[in-house]
Nanobody
Framework: QVQLVESGGGLVQAGASLRLSCAAS????????MGWFRQAPGKEREFVAA????????DIADSVKGRFTISRDNTKNTVHLHMNSLRPEDTAVYYC???????????????WGQGTQVTVSS
């Protein structure tokens, strides 16, 4: 059974940093892109970042570029989202995803975690 389990969310003040982690299990993800989407209340799911197995192919959404980075630890089947200079507009549920292709479209990803809440207060 494939599982993506997120951790690291929480309540922080604007300007703070957080690191989200996603642990994958249940299959080999070596050929899969892994990444993150987010969904704020009343809004559609939004692509945040994704990376290939090797980390050589990465995409970061313009809305977070320069503040967020993504990294991957293949020895632990884990992907991290490093979030710096957080803003209130970053408040959302953050979902870990895995899929065969790098895409900014949500339904392109086969596997999804349950999500972790990130709340940024002003």
């Amino acid at each position: 059974q494939v599982q993506l389990v997120e951790s690291g969310g929480g309540l922080v003040q604007a300007g703070a940093s957080l690191r989200l982690s996603c642990a994958a299990s249940g299959r080999t993800f070596s050929s899969y892109f892994m990444g993150w989407f987010r969904q704020a209340p009343g809004k559609e799911r939004e692509f945040v970042a994704a990376t290939s197995w090797s980390g050589t192919t990465t995409d970061i959404a313009d809305s977070v570029k320069g503040r967020f980075t993504i990294s991957r630890d293949n020895t632990k089947n884990t992907v991290h989202l490093h979030m710096n200079s957080l803003r209130p507009e970053d408040t959302a549920v953050y979902y870990c995803v895995a899929g065969e292709h790098l895409n900014i479209v949500a339904n392109a990803y086969e596997y999804w975690g349950q999500g972790t809440q990130v709340t940024v207060s002003s």
